[in-house]
C-alpha cells in the first residue's frame, strides 16, 4: 500500500479540507478525493462522512489519523541507525522569525551543510502566529521564532536566547532618555499582529508613554532600515546575532523592569526530523554564544 495515502490522509486532517490538503501534498483537490476513495477501497472501511457539500473525516477516520502518523514516521525513519546519516539527508522544511535571516539562520544553516552536504534546507520567513500553525499542520519541519502563548501537546519548544527589547535609533537621534525621545521622534512600530509589536505595545502602555505613528512595518528588517534612515524610532529586541545595519543603530535600555523576546525552536513531537533538530537546536545555541 502507497505511504502517500496516509499522507494526503493526514493532510486532510491537519488542513481541514480536500482541497487545503491538495495544495498541501501538491496534487489536484480531484486527486485527493481519488486516494481518499482507493484508501477506504483498500481498508474496507468508510473514513469520510461524505454527505454534506464538502466530505468530513469520520470517527473512524479521525481514530486512523494517529495510527497513520505513527506509520508515516516509522516509513520516514527507517533507516536511523542503520544508514549511517541517511536522517540527515533530503529536505528540511525549515521556518523563522525575519529578525533571524539576516544572519544568524545563515550561520546555522552553513554550518549543518557543511556536516551534511546531502541535505536541502528550503528557508521559509513569516511572523511567529503564521510559522506556529505552518509547523502544527506539518508544512514546515520547525520553527525559529518568538515563544507561543500556549503549547498543545503535539508540540515541542526549545528555548535558544532571551533577546530584551530596547528603544533603537539612528545615530543622528542624540537624546538620551527613551521617554524624551518616543514624545518627539516618530515611531515605527512592527506589526500588530506579530509578538514584537504586541511586546512593543504593551510596554508602552503600561507606562503610559504617547506615541505618533509614523509606519508599520511587517518584518523587523524592514523596520530595522527605516530606522537606519532616521524616519523614525521604535521598540524591538536587541538581537542575539545582529546583521551589520541593526549593529550600526543605537540601543537605548528601556528603563524600568525589562521585557525580553524568548526565541527558541519549535516542532512537532511526532516529527520525523527530531534527530536533525536536535542538531539545529544545538548549532543554534553555538552561534548565539
Not at 508602552?204 to 509606519?215: D, E, F, H
Not at 538581537?239 to 527558541?264: H, M, N, T, W
Request: a negative charge; charged letters at 20%; one cysteine or more.
Amino acid at each position: 500500500m502507497s505511504i502517500t495515502l496516509y499522507k494526503t490522509l493526514i493532510a486532510i486532517a491537519e488542513t481541514g479540507s480536500f482541497a487545503a490538503a491538495a495544495e498541501k501534498v501538491y496534487v489536484s483537490q480531484a486527486a485527493v478525493g481519488q486516494q481518499m476513495k482507493r484508501l477506504e477501497d483498500q481498508l474496507q472501511i468508510i473514513l469520510f462522512d461524505r454527505t454534506g457539500r464538502t466530505p468530513k473525516l469520520n470517527q473512524t477516520g479521525w481514530a486512523l489519523v494517529p495510527k497513520a502518523r505513527d506509520l508515516v514516521r516509522a516509513y520516514d525513519t527507517i533507516l536511523e541507525g542503520v544508514a549511517g546519516d541517511t536522517a540527515f539527508g533530503g529536505e528540511f522544511k525549515l521556518g523563522a522569525v525575519s529578525s533571524t535571516v539576516r544572519r544568524l539562520i545563515p550561520i546555522t544553516v552553513r554550518r549543518l551543510l557543511e556536516t551534511y552536504p546531502e541535505l536541502r534546507v528550503h528557508v521559509t520567513s513569516a511572523l511567529s502566529g503564521d510559522l506556529q500553525t505552518q509547523v502544527e499542520r506539518g508544512v514546515i519541519d520547525a520553527a525559529v521564532l518568538s515563544a507561543p502563548d500556549m503549547l498543545t501537546p503535539d508540540l515541542e519548544w526549545h528555548p535558544v536566547a532571551d533577546e530584551e527589547l530596547v528603544l533603537v535609533t539612528s545615530p543622528e537621534v542624540t537624546e538620551g532618555d527613551p521617554a524624551q525621545i518616543l514624545a518627539s521622534q516618530p515611531f515605527v512600530r512592527h506589526a500588530r499582529d506579530g509578538m514584537v509589536g504586541v511586546l512593543a505595545d504593551a510596554w508602552l502602555t503600561q507606562n503610559g508613554i504617547r506615541v505618533s505613528y509614523a509606519m508599520e512595518m511587517k518584518s523587523l528588517e524592514d523596520l530595522t532600515s527605516m530606522v537606519a534612515y532616521n524616519l523614525g524610532v521604535s521598540i524591538v529586541p536587541d538581537l542575539c546575532v545582529p546583521d551589520p545595519e541593526f549593529s550600526q543603530l543605537r540601543k537605548i535600555p528601556l528603563g524600568g523592569k525589562p521585557v525580553s523576546r524568548a526565541l527558541g525552536v519549535l516542532l512537532r513531537v511526532d516529527s520525523p526530523r527530531k534527530s536533525l533538530i536536535d542538531v539545529l537546536v544545538d548549532e543554534i545555541r553555538t552561534t548565539v554564544a
